[in-house]
């Protein structure tokens, strides 16, 4: 029997395209194993529908969020997610990355400093490679602050070219590495959500 698919409403930054695009891969593969185990979500039954964070506040002023049985789905910083944190079930907790559900509304948030330190952050790695395909997981963090030999770097610039040169190695180390770790964590937001909640968050 058709089943017609319900929406879920994802709200993304422009920078977070990927992991849409991941989740979009993963509710449209059609991964259930032909003895009647759901993988995820139940093949057919989940459809994205995607919306800028520009698209959503400019809906949200003029009364519209979509549909009353429609899901939505806060991926990353999304401006007024911080007032939804407080009311929100938090399902999933690790790596710096969680996420929760609070009635039709649903949010992964990230928190890079959970991950300075090269051992944890090799460990982080090491399980995102088992729920997640994207080639970003390849990318690797290459500034660690809290490293010895990292530290030696910075102080060799320092001496080289200066409290400026320094500043501005630093900088680049730190941005860079900020967003390969962002893009990551949100990747396996996306990957734990689907593997484990999101066919209950659909079905509330």
Same mark, same amino acid.
């Given at each position: ?38 993988? %995820? ?43 939804? +944190? ?25 928190? %890079? ?68 770790? +962002? ?20 079905? +509330?």
């Amino acid at each position: 029997m058709f089943v017609e698919p319900k929406n879920l409403l994802v709200v993304y930054k422009e920078k977070d395209e990927v992991s849409l695009n991941q989740l979009k891969k993963l509710v449209d593969s059609n991964d259930d194993a032909e003895d009647g185990e759901i993988v %995820g979500t139940e093949d057919g039954t989940v459809k994205i529908v995607s919306w800028s964070e520009k698209t959503w506040i400019d809906n949200k002023k003029a009364g519209n969020t979509g549909n009353l049985d429609d899901k939505i789905l806060f991926l990353g910083d999304i401006k007024g997610v911080e007032k939804l +944190r407080p009311t929100l079930d938090i399902k999933f907790d690790k790596y710096g990355v969680s996420y929760g559900f609070s009635g039709k509304q649903a949010a992964i948030m990230v928190d %890079g400093k959970a991950l300075l330190t090269k051992k944890v952050y090799d460990e982080f790695i090491e399980d995102l490679k088992k729920v997640c395909d994207a080639s970003s997981v390849n990318e690797k963090k290459h500034f660690d602050f809290s490293d010895t030999k990292q530290k030696v770097m910075f102080v060799t610039v320092a001496v080289l070219f200066g409290a400026i040169g320094s500043i501005t190695a630093l900088t680049t180390y730190a941005f860079g590495d900020a967003k390969t770790v +962002r893009n990551q964590q949100l990747l396996y937001g996306v990957a734990q959500l689907y593997l484990n909640d999101l066919s209950d968050f659909m079905k +509330r």
